[in-house]
């Protein structure tokens, strides 16, 4: 059998496509087996549709027993599998393999059990976000995180991501609110991480499990904690004329020793790129605004609000609005929920970054931003989760332009090296998948790069899951590295270049 | 003392090509923890100090080594903390609470240590100096290697230097005692975790319910006026929390000949553990400790039974592993981690399970 390698990526184009489809027709329905061109085209990308492709077939599973057979097909056959749920995710995670299968989650939909005593829910891969928190509402409970495309995406999908959110800062990402996570092997065993007490023996394999972007173990069943609903909220939006100043007032707020329930921030651009789309009621004459949640009972939101208050003035806010209502409170979020359709509206393309840095950093990083528009012509609106350091740089641009996704992409791969060098990290929540993968060669050093290889080998010996995602080769390093030498310093020495 | 890693990894290198074995070692506060102990000590103690601490960032990066009295004191002067609360149990060091993975009271509520790992350094048994994680919140770049070190109890590194996520100290806090049965102390304890109340731990005991409230001053206030009870005074309050974190209250120290300590982690919504001997139970149910002289299998049987798993935590007979048996698929990927960072068993050998 084909061994997993830290060294070259694997060549899958051996894989026989008539046998492929010979052996695994008796394992599913047949509509539930996709492999005309037409068919398929609907699975040659996920959220980020700069890149596509093709795969041989898509099997869509309804059982675990369907998944696992599928996964001991392809394991034989020495066949690529790519996981999917929703296909929301903005890296290229769920790009298909050309000479592999997806294998898709989306009609395992269903809540197997809720259970608000324990404050947790069974729930199947395909199960949407949203769908969890509605489920559970009749009972005053809710599952905290809430990425923006929550309507849309899935829970398989979010345990592949770590999905974080705007509420994250304070009730934790996907990691701190998963309990259990059952999966398959790529043989098609059937293995559990974690269980419903608050801590399992042995290795913690289901942190792990959670943010490996379908490189370990294919999701079957997730246990979610449910949070109890808190009885009120508020949210300040603070205007600011200088984008310096909000990010200082975003440190200030942690430094009085308060974490919002949220703490996000958009720039000039990004507030006139969504006001005319939800009409929030934004302050478009302010370089910056922050939004700043608080949450909990009716006194302690009104004693936090206060004290937010006074330090957001204390940090030379020009206007400060409190919402009054409900139907503000959420109007006001509406806004920051709409940013990545708003970019949409108002350009061709766009392209979302992710990177995470230290909140220092933040007035650096925007002042770097602006020299980076210069640079590269290209126009880029800011939206970040101020509150977690995490950035959301919306970079505009239109595909139809010759050089422009090149120009685009540079652009990109600058604010995530930048990142690196500020001592953060090129993904906060979205993932590398495709996407980043060359830029995890600027993030790892060739010796942590080949330790990500041996934990993949140790649930995936054949390298067959999700291959060429999230972790890249130390071939493909060098052949990045030889584009990109940095400062006349070679980071990966000891690999042998063509 | 960046020297002092690279001399480190010489002296692993060394052993793993001499095929001597090496037990990590800091305060030695957990030698009690796990199975038998095996191997020359490695005393971490010489890598000491934290080296960079912003409380704006949240977060705080310290070598192995650093005491994490030390490390909470300058914490504690910021108005910051470790809301895990790791017991330590003595002289205990941030790399020996990281290796252990144990939390306190607050773990119901907050999240336990692994939770709040945000980066690490570590040697490999190779004597490799790798990092993974950082020191940002949210990092998704790479499997999340940091999180496995919590609670490997040494097995596959050396912790050399971890980042940490920290809060802010609670603005007010207040204990409550009610009289409750066990099944109604169960019944109440997860009817309340259902609620949107700032419960930050719990205890029962011989029909005593304890419990705490920690946030902004007005929850604290509104939740002790809903929820009753005598309330424990300040004094009073620290002692008790204090010796349920560190295990010097009456339940764990007045050790009885033949009653070694089990840890029983179940679903908070189990029902009675029937078990000869006493019991005390934390984390809103979800943790229940036994001074019981039952066989093994008996307490292992009675806690997979109600979805949980049962560790032998301090005494009994250690011979048959204190550690609850794994599925055999999962102690495949286990025993293949260990062989991916230390493939020649030089680190902790069998600390946690034969064979890793």
């Given at each position: 059998?084909?061994?997993?390698?830290?060294?070259q990526?694997?060549?899958?184009?051996?894989?026989n496509?008539?046998a492929?489809?010979a052996?695994?027709?008796?394992?599913?329905?047949?509509?539930?087996l996709?492999?005309?061109?037409e068919?398929?085209k609907?699975?040659?990308?996920?959220?980020?549709s700069a890149?596509?492709?093709?795969?041989?077939?898509v099997?869509?599973?309804?059982?675990?027993?369907?998944?696992?057979a599928?996964?001991?097909?392809?394991?034989?056959?020495g066949?690529p599998?790519?996981?999917?749920?929703?296909?929301?995710g903005?890296?290229?995670?769920?790009?298909?393999?050309?000479?592999?299968v997806?294998?898709?989650?989306?009609?395992m939909k269903?809540?197997?059990?809720l259970?608000p005593?324990?404050?947790?829910?069974?729930?199947?891969?395909?199960?949407?976000?949203?769908?969890?928190?509605?489920?559970?509402?009749?009972?005053?409970?809710?599952?905290?995180p809430?990425?923006s495309?929550?309507?849309?995406?899935?829970i398989?999908?979010?345990?592949a991501?770590?999905?974080?959110?705007?509420?994250?800062?304070?009730?934790?990402?996907?990691v701190?609110?998963?309990?259990?996570?059952r999966?398959?092997?790529?043989?098609?065993?059937?293995?559990?991480?974690?269980n419903?007490?608050?801590?399992?023996?042995g290795?913690?394999?289901?942190?792990l499990?959670?943010?490996?972007?379908?490189?370990l173990?294919?999701?079957t069943?997730?246990t979610?904690k449910?949070?109890?609903?808190?009885q009120?909220?508020?949210?300040?939006?603070?205007?600011?004329?200088?984008v310096?100043?909000?990010?200082?007032a975003?440190?200030?707020?942690?430094?009085?020793g308060?974490?919002?329930?949220?703490?996000?921030m958009?720039?000039?651009?990004?507030?006139?790129?969504?006001?005319?789309f939800v009409?929030?009621?934004?302050?478009?004459?302010a370089?910056?605004?922050?939004?700043c949640e608080s949450?909990?009972?009716?006194e302690?939101?009104?004693?936090?609000?206060?004290?937010?208050?006074?330090?957001?003035?204390?940090?030379g806010?020009?206007?400060?609005?409190?919402?009054?209502?409900e139907?503000?409170r959420?109007?006001?979020?509406a806004?920051?929920?709409?940013?990545?359709?708003?970019a949409?509206?108002?350009?061709?393309?766009?392209?979302?970054?992710?990177?995470?840095?230290?909140?220092?950093?933040?007035g650096?990083m925007?002042?770097?931003?602006?020299?980076?528009?210069?640079?590269y012509?290209?126009?880029?609106?800011?939206v970040?989760?101020?509150g977690?350091?995490?950035?959301?740089?919306?970079?505009?641009?239109?595909?139809?332009?010759p050089?422009?996704?090149?120009?685009?992409?540079?652009?990109?791969?600058?604010?995530?090296?930048l990142?690196?060098?500020?001592?953060?990290?090129?993904?906060?929540?979205?993932?590398?998948?495709?996407?980043?993968?060359n830029?995890?060669?600027?993030?790892?050093?060739?010796?942590?790069?080949?330790?990500?290889?041996?934990?993949?080998?140790?649930?995936?010996?054949?390298?067959?899951?999700?291959?060429g995602?999230?972790?890249?080769?130390l071939?493909?390093c060098a052949?990045?590295?030889?584009?990109?030498?940095?400062?006349?310093?070679?980071?990966f020495p000891?690999?042998?270049r063509? | 003392?960046?020297?002092l890693?690279?001399?480190w990894?010489?002296?692993?290198?060394?052993?793993?090509?001499?095929?001597?074995?090496?037990?990590?070692?800091g305060?030695g506060?957990?030698?009690?923890?796990?199975?038998?102990?095996?191997?020359?000590?490695f005393d971490?103690?010489?890598?000491?100090?934290?080296l960079?601490y912003?409380?704006?960032?949240?977060?705080?990066?310290?070598?192995?080594?650093?005491?994490l009295?030390?490390?909470?004191?300058?914490?504690?002067?910021?108005?910051?903390?470790?809301?895990?609360?790791?017991p330590?149990?003595?002289?205990?060091?941030?790399?020996?609470?990281?290796?252990?993975?144990?939390?306190g009271?607050?773990?119901?509520?907050?999240g336990?240590?692994?939770?709040?790992?945000?980066?690490?350094?570590?040697?490999?048994?190779?004597?490799?100096i790798?990092?993974?994680?950082?020191?940002?919140m949210?990092?998704?770049?790479?499997y999340?290697?940091s999180r496995?070190?919590?609670?490997s109890?040494?097995?596959?590194?050396?912790?050399?230097e971890?980042?940490?996520?920290?809060?802010?100290?609670?603005?007010?806090?207040?204990?409550l005692?009610?009289e409750?049965?066990?099944?109604?102390?169960l019944?109440?304890?997860?009817?309340?975790?259902?609620?949107?109340?700032?419960?930050?731990?719990?205890?029962?005991?011989?029909?005593?319910?304890?419990?705490?409230l920690?946030?902004?001053?007005?929850?604290?206030?509104?939740?002790?006026?809903t929820?009753?009870?005598?309330?424990?005074?300040?004094t009073?309050?620290?002692a008790?929390?204090l010796?349920?974190?560190e295990?010097?209250?009456?339940f764990?120290?007045?050790?009885?000949?033949?009653?070694?300590?089990?840890?029983?982690?179940?679903?908070?919504?189990?029902?009675?553990?029937e078990?000869?001997?006493?019991?005390l139970m934390?984390?809103?149910?979800?943790?229940?400790?036994?001074?019981t002289?039952?066989?093994?299998?008996?307490?292992?049987?009675?806690?997979?039974?109600?979805?949980?798993?049962?560790?032998?935590f301090?005494?009994?007979?250690?011979?048959?592993?204190?550690?609850?048996?794994?599925?055999?698929?999962?102690?495949?990927?286990?025993?293949?981690?260990?062989?991916?960072?230390?493939?020649?068993g030089?680190?902790?050998?069998?600390?946690?399970?034969?064979?890793?």
């Open positions: 059998m084909r061994q997993h390698s830290a060294e990526d694997q060549d899958f184009s051996s894989v496509r008539a492929l489809l052996a695994l027709r008796p394992l599913l329905p047949v509509a539930n996709l492999h005309e061109a068919d398929l609907p699975y040659e990308c996920d959220g980020l890149y596509r492709e093709l795969p041989l077939a099997a869509l599973a309804e059982t675990e027993e369907q998944a696992a599928v996964l001991a097909v392809c394991h034989k056959l066949v599998v790519v996981a999917r749920g929703a296909g929301t903005l890296s290229g995670g769920a790009l298909p393999h050309a000479h592999g997806v294998l898709s989650l989306a009609k269903r809540i197997v059990h259970d005593v324990a404050r947790l829910a069974v729930v199947q891969p395909g199960v949407r976000n949203l769908a969890i928190s509605e489920a559970a509402a009749p009972f005053g409970l809710y599952y905290a809430d990425p495309s929550q309507i849309a995406c899935t398989g999908g979010n345990v991501e770590n999905s974080g959110g705007v509420h994250c800062l304070k009730y934790g990402l996907t701190h609110n998963v309990l259990r996570v999966g398959l092997t790529m043989a098609g065993e059937a293995v559990e991480f974690g419903h007490a608050l801590d399992a023996p290795y913690d394999l289901l942190a499990m959670i943010g490996s972007e379908g490189l173990a294919v999701v069943e997730v979610v449910l949070t109890p609903k808190p009120t909220a508020q949210v300040i939006m603070a205007s600011f004329d200088d310096m100043k909000a990010g200082e975003v440190a200030a707020v942690i430094a009085a308060i974490i919002p329930a949220g703490l996000e958009m720039d000039k651009p990004a507030t006139a790129a969504v006001e005319p009409n929030a009621g934004y302050n478009l004459e370089e910056a605004i922050l939004l949450d909990g009972t009716p302690e939101v009104a004693e936090e609000i206060g004290r937010m208050t006074a330090v957001l003035e204390g940090c806010a020009t206007e400060i609005r409190v919402s009054s209502n139907a503000e959420l109007r006001f979020w806004g920051r929920k709409a940013a990545f359709p708003a949409g509206r108002i350009s061709a393309d766009y392209y979302c970054m992710d990177g995470t840095i230290p909140r220092k950093c933040l650096e925007l002042t770097a931003i602006t020299a980076m528009e210069k640079k012509g290209l126009r880029c609106i800011n970040f989760h101020a977690d350091g995490n950035l959301h740089p919306l970079i505009l641009y239109d595909a139809n332009v050089g422009e996704l090149e120009r685009t992409e540079a652009f990109g791969a600058e604010i995530l090296k990142s690196v060098d500020l001592g953060g990290t090129i993904t906060g929540e979205h993932g590398v998948g495709f996407e980043k993968i830029s995890m060669c600027d993030q790892f050093e060739s010796e942590e790069l080949k330790a990500f290889h041996r934990v993949k080998a140790a649930f995936d010996p054949a390298g067959l899951l999700n291959p995602k999230a972790v890249p080769s071939h493909r052949e990045y590295g030889r584009m990109h030498v940095h400062g006349g310093h070679l980071k000891d690999i042998e063509f | 003392m960046e020297t890693l690279t001399d990894a010489e002296q692993i290198r060394a052993a793993g090509a001499t095929g001597r074995k090496l037990r990590l070692s305060g506060s957990k030698d009690f923890y796990g199975n038998a102990l095996a191997g020359e000590v971490t103690r010489g890598y000491a100090g934290i960079d912003e409380p704006t960032e949240l977060v705080v990066t310290a070598r192995c080594g650093t005491p009295a030390a490390l909470e004191k300058t914490l504690a002067e910021q108005g910051q903390f470790l809301a895990f609360e790791p330590h149990f003595g002289a205990a060091t941030l790399g020996g609470a990281v290796a252990a993975g144990l939390s009271p607050r773990r119901a509520a907050v336990s240590l692994r939770d709040f790992v945000l980066g690490i350094k570590i040697i490999d048994g190779e004597g490799r790798l990092s993974f994680g950082g020191q940002v949210k990092n998704v770049a790479g999340d290697v496995l070190l919590a609670g109890l040494g097995t596959l590194g050396l912790i050399a971890v980042s940490l996520k920290v809060l802010p100290l609670p603005v007010a806090e207040a204990s005692r009610f409750l049965p066990e099944d109604k102390a019944e109440a304890m997860n009817r309340w975790a259902g609620q949107p109340l700032p419960i930050s731990a719990t205890c029962w005991q011989g029909n005593v319910l304890t419990l705490r920690s946030g902004a001053a007005a929850a604290v206030s509104s939740a002790r006026q929820l009753g009870g005598e309330e424990l005074t300040e009073e309050a620290q008790f929390w010796g349920l974190r295990q010097t209250a009456d764990f120290a007045d050790s009885e000949p033949g009653d070694p300590l089990w840890r029983l982690s179940l679903p908070s919504v189990a029902g009675h553990v078990l000869p001997g006493r019991q934390e984390w809103g149910g979800s943790l229940r400790w036994w001074r002289g039952a066989e093994a299998g008996q307490v292992r049987a009675v806690a997979e039974k109600l979805g949980g798993t049962a560790s032998l301090r005494g009994g007979d250690k011979s048959e592993g204190v550690f609850h048996p794994l599925a055999p698929v999962n102690l495949a990927i286990q025993r293949r981690l260990k062989q991916a960072f230390d493939p020649k030089v680190f902790n050998p069998g600390r946690m399970y034969s064979g890793l």
